[in-house]
């Protein structure tokens, strides 16, 4: 059965950091390009990273320098490190892949960030 589950969200102060962790199964994840999404509250869903099979990475301006997207074929997961962290980054987050597989999107976690 091919899945992905995302954990690591939570609330948390601006500035602050977060690590999201996302686990795939039933796919081979090594030659799948990875990405994380969000949505927000009355927003289209966005896409802030991306990483390649083969580690080229791609980051939204909203969020590059600030967010780091990494992975482990071993484990299969692909993780997003985020760092100061904005009101505005509020939202759920998502991990799919950008091919060759079409997954159905997995629930999400949501990041909360506020005073």
């Known amino acids: 059965q091919v899945q992905l589950v995302e954990s690591g969200g939570g609330l948390v102060q601006p500035g602050g950091s977060l690590r999201l962790s996302c686990t795939a199964s039933g796919i081979i994840f090594s030659i799948e390009d990875m990405g994380w999404y969000r949505k927000a509250p009355g927003k289209g869903r966005e896409l802030v990273a991306r990483l390649s099979r083969g580690g080229a990475t791609n980051y939204a301006d909203s969020v590059k320098g600030r967010f780091t997207i990494s992975r482990d074929n071993e484990k299969n997961t692909v993780d997003l490190q985020m760092n100061m962290l904005k009101p505005e980054d509020t939202a759920v987050y998502y991990c799919?892949?950008?091919?060759?597989?079409?997954?159905?999107w997995g629930q999400g976690t949501q990041v909360t960030v506020s005073t």
């Open positions: 799919n892949s950008l091919g060759p597989s079409n997954i159905e």
